[in-house]
């Protein structure tokens, strides 16, 4: 009998949270998207950089494009990751900053304002880099261009290695082209990238790089 009872509770509780999670689906999505993103506040112009991470070189330019058109400075294009298909047909340059740098010539951002820094090939390479930079031409207010569901990484690293440095920073969010942050699960890509940003972050985490 208490066998019994066991299994109509339990079955009670899966078709509970079966229920629940169905009508709930939606808040419970954005709040795993949400925490993907960054949380702190703009940092307001005057800046000395604007900061271009490698991947998505495109959307981050164009948001890069308008940063530079509210306040003309320089715009620092990273990245120093091989395009394999582009080598195998021998184009060249093939690199992620290359990349941003033609995208950022096509939005209108003059080339003696772009500077190419053909450096990392993970985000925490990028970030130590920009804190090298930093101090090497003393800038102190930066802004960092990236997706939405990198910028909670990025936030991370930040406080970690340019805070301590005496750098002002913030994050401005690249509108996405392929898919909607606030309804990231509709498409392939959204979905691939949420994962993927967890996955990265728990690395992250354990690796102690935060």
């Known amino acids: 009998m208490k066998g019994r009872y066991f299994w109509l509770i ?22 795993i998207g949400a925490r993907l993103q960054a949380q702190g506040a703009p940092l307001p112009p005057p800046w000395d950089a604007i900061f271009v991470l490698s991947g998505r070189p495109y959307e981050r330019s164009l948001r890069a494009a308008e940063l530079y058109r509210e306040h003309p400075t320089i715009v620092v294009a990273l990245g120093g990751a091989y395009n394999d ?25 003059p080339d003696t304002a772009i ?22 031409r003393q800038w102190r207010r930066i802004v960092i261009v990236s997706s939405p569901f ?26 996405p082209l392929h898919y909607h942050p606030e309804r990231w699960w509709y498409s392939e890509i959204g979905m691939l990238t949420v994962f993927e940003e967890y996955a990265k ?10």
């Open 10 to 31: 339990f079955v009670f509780l899966v078709v509970l949270l079966g229920v629940g999670g169905f009508i709930w689906r939606r808040p419970i999505l954005e709040g």
């Open 85 to 109: 298909d582009l080598l195998a047909i021998g184009i060249q340059p093939a690199q992620e900053c290359a990349f941003t740098q033609s995208a950022l010539r096509r939005l209108c951002v």
């Open 115 to 136: 500077l190419t820094e053909c450096v990392g090939t993970s985000t925490l390479e990028e970030v130590l880099h920009i804190r090298t930079l930093c101090v090497q």
């Open 150 to 175: 990198h910028g909670g990484r990025i936030e991370r690293l930040a406080k970690r290695w340019l805070s301590n440095a005496g750098i002002e920073w913030s994050i401005s969010v690249a509108k």
């Open 201 to 210: 972050t728990l690395y992250y985490w354990y690796k102690g790089y935060f």
